[in-house]
């Protein structure tokens, strides 16, 4: 028998338990050992609820059991969950977690950690809830060099952005309507200005170059500037809008970033939408692989946890290597990475076009019947930097999105 306890009796943490029990069977053949949830933390009781016979609410009634081999963690946050983490590796047991704060800032110390006990720190839930992507980048994608990821890694953002698409609704009216049905939070702030996506890209990327990304050095830009009229001249030109995290290795340097993109039909992402995620790895060998499926909930996250505890389970004597160094991956500049972009700009558009192509060269441009006072264009391919520069010379740009060529 296999010993667990489970950090939080949350949304996720219930979910463990509730995916543990319902299909217990299954998961014991597929360990090879039946697994036990001998304790569940948390502050609160719960009278009435089955989990009250596990129940504790001290930790060292957890660290002190020498017959606790796994401890599973749903609480979020680096307080108290790093302390819990290394207390649990320094005691010699394993440590599965989806918790995306934890892992982008101390993951390489916590795999360091686990590789010296012969245990196993394991992250599966902590990018893309239910959707398997932090296994095959350690496992499966192997014998590839990744170039880039590009994932839709927040489904807060992706519902937002896809009513505004559809529904031509403006950000304001979508975000409440988001909160009343719980996809979004009483305070957005990580999920629409893009931190969460962040902190996912950040560990996607670490895995997949080998080094550590920092998610502070990571350009990070949310969605709350993009409007309905961008929606409507992105219906127009065949594109919609998606919160991107990516990260991109060109020759011997490394980009990485988070913001709004305008991609077409051709993009495998263009039809990921509501609140399902989707991640695009493209491989030096095998080329695009793509990754679809439930980004956050209960139960899908709650399986990825499990899956992770059955794995520990399978090498509760052996550490699964991963490559995660210490070392810190310097990103290079995003002013030097090279795309169009989607500009709006005030005014009348024949009196104004040849001053924009005069600063911007060969543009095309996009205008709308319902919005007369202004006009849009399309840039050619330009660095970041030559953009800025540009756009210094040119008055009353409204804004501007990145376009993703596939």
Known sequence: ???????????????????????????????????????????????????????????????????????????????????????SLERGKSYCTSNKELVAKYGPELLELAKSKGKNFLFEASVGGGIPIIRPLNQSLTADEIMEITGILNGTTNYILTKMSKEGLDFDTVLKEAQDLGYAEKNPEADVEGYDACRKIAILSSLAYGEHVDYEDIYTEGITKITD?????????????????????????????????????????????????????????????????????KLPTASAVVADVVDAAKHIKTNIMTIWSSKKLVLDDIKNSRKQFFVRVEGDKAARLEEIKNVFGDVTVISLEELKDEFGFITPVMSEAEYEAASLEVSGIKTRIRIESV
């Not at 790895?281 to 439930?294: C, L, Q, R, T």
């Open 1 to 87: 028998m296999i010993n667990v306890a489970v950090l939080g009796y949350g949304t996720v943490g219930s979910g463990v338990v509730e995916v543990l029990n319902t299909n217990k069977e299954s998961i014991a053949k597929r360990a090879g050992d039946e697994i036990n949830i001998k304790y569940v933390l948390d502050l609160r009781d719960f009278p009435g609820d089955p989990v009250e016979k596990v129940l504790v609410h001290d930790f060292d009634t957890i660290i002190n059991d020498d017959e606790v081999d796994i401890v599973v963690e749903a609480m979020g946050g680096t307080n108290p969950a790093y302390k819990f983490a290394k207390a």
């Open 229 to 297: 009229a961008d929606f409507k001249y992105a219906m127009k030109l065949g594109y919609t809008i998606k919160l991107f995290g990516k990260s991109k290795r060109v020759d011997d340097k490394f980009y990485a970033m988070v913001a709004p993109f305008m991609i077409n039909s051709d993009n495998p992402l263009y039809s990921v939408n509501g609140v399902l995620n989707g991640i695009l790895v493209k491989g030096n060998v095998i080329g695009d692989v793509m990754f679809y499926g439930a980004g956050a909930g």
